[in-house]
């Protein structure tokens, strides 16, 4: 009952961050941009994702004539469903995590995976070229850079000498954060995991411009606000999952800050790299599909491998 109540908890805490981290996305979009973003619903716009949000699900829950009916219904839930699940194993402080599993990392790479299966079969379902090939892309594009997402996961496994999420922040408590050490493995695991939320410059596979919304064409009301929430859920968790590998997780930047709760330098560490991709979406433009793929097998898995082999030989030799 205890762990079924502090699920309930974290899912509210996450619902909250979701629909905040959507008007922070648009107010900073907005200044970047030179508009103001919103600002009629309730205090400086503060209400206007909720109304949205409540708008978003009284809308009808259209489904197409001619689409496979049980997988379209179940797609949403198979994609939002592990963006959830992954939360279970990040330490968010010091005995505080849901579950403490001994391949923690592992379970997260593995279950964050089944994403793609979801938007896979909302594509699929769908019966629209638009949405196939969205599909279509999505798996090209998820598969391919789960491969030095990886790689660099594994680089940082080695140093620690263990997959448990909590044994690799005390690992950084007794040396450095490992973004030092692994400052190469950091960027490569930064831009591959953009790819893997499909964030601007890789979000190819809703492309308005060629694809109306990709995967998400037919889809609307209840079962489209799976799709986006399982988006922005996955933002918080990569930034989680980002903090506890390079930044030490809880752990504060100096002993003297320490009388900091460690759920505190969690939450800003985690919070920064959530939000670091809506910096991104104003300053960069979309990749083509050929520079998307061209960059993931002829850069990041060479540059993966090469770190790999330098951590180690870094580690047996030193």
Not at 50 to 70: F, G, M, N, S, Y
Not at 134 to 155: I, W
């Amino acid at each position: 009952m205890p762990a079924a109540l502090g699920a309930v908890v974290l899912l509210l805490v996450v619902l909250g961050l979701v629909t905040y981290a959507i008007y922070f996305q648009r107010k900073l979009l907005g200044w970047m941009q030179g508009r103001h973003g919103p600002t009629h619903t309730g205090p400086y716009g503060l209400l206007q994702t909720i109304a949205d949000t409540v708008k978003l699900l009284q809308k009808e829950d259209v489904i197409p004539a001619r689409v496979d009916r049980p997988l379209f219904r179940f797609a949403p839930i198979i994609a939002f469903a592990p963006s959830f699940v992954v939360l279970a194993v990040i330490p968010f402080a010091p005995g505080l995590t849901f579950a403490d599993v001994g391949v923690g990392l592992l379970f997260y790479l593995a279950v964050a995976s089944v994403t793609t299966l979801g938007v896979i079969a909302g594509g699929w379902a769908a019966n629209n070229k638009w949405s196939l090939i969205g599909a279509l892309r999505s798996a090209a594009q998820m598969v391919s850079y789960e491969v030095p997402l990886a790689l660099a996961a594994l680089a940082v496994v080695l140093m620690a000498g263990s997959l448990n999420l909590n044994a690799i922040v005390e690992a950084q408590a007794r040396s450095v954060w490992f973004v030092i050490p692994q400052a190469l493995g950091f960027v490569i695991f930064l831009i591959a995991a953009l790819a893997e939320l499909n964030r601007t410059p890789f979000d190819l596979t809703e492309a308005e411009s060629e694809l109306v919304a990709g995967y998400l064409t037919e889809y609307s009301g209840v079962r489209f606000a799976f799709f986006m929430l399982s988006e922005y859920v996955y933002l918080f968790a990569m930034g989680a999952l980002i903090a506890t590998l390079y930044f030490g997780g809880w752990l504060p930047p100096h002993p003297a800050l320490a009388f900091v709760p460690g759920i505190v330098w969690f939450l800003l560490k985690a919070l920064f790299f959530a939000v670091l991709p809506f910096w991104l979406q104003a300053t960069f433009p979309r990749a083509r599909v050929d520079q998307l793929m061209g960059f993931a097998w002829k850069g990041l898995i060479p540059l993966a491998m090469v770190n790999l082999v330098l951590t180690a030989a870094l580690k047996t030799w030193l």
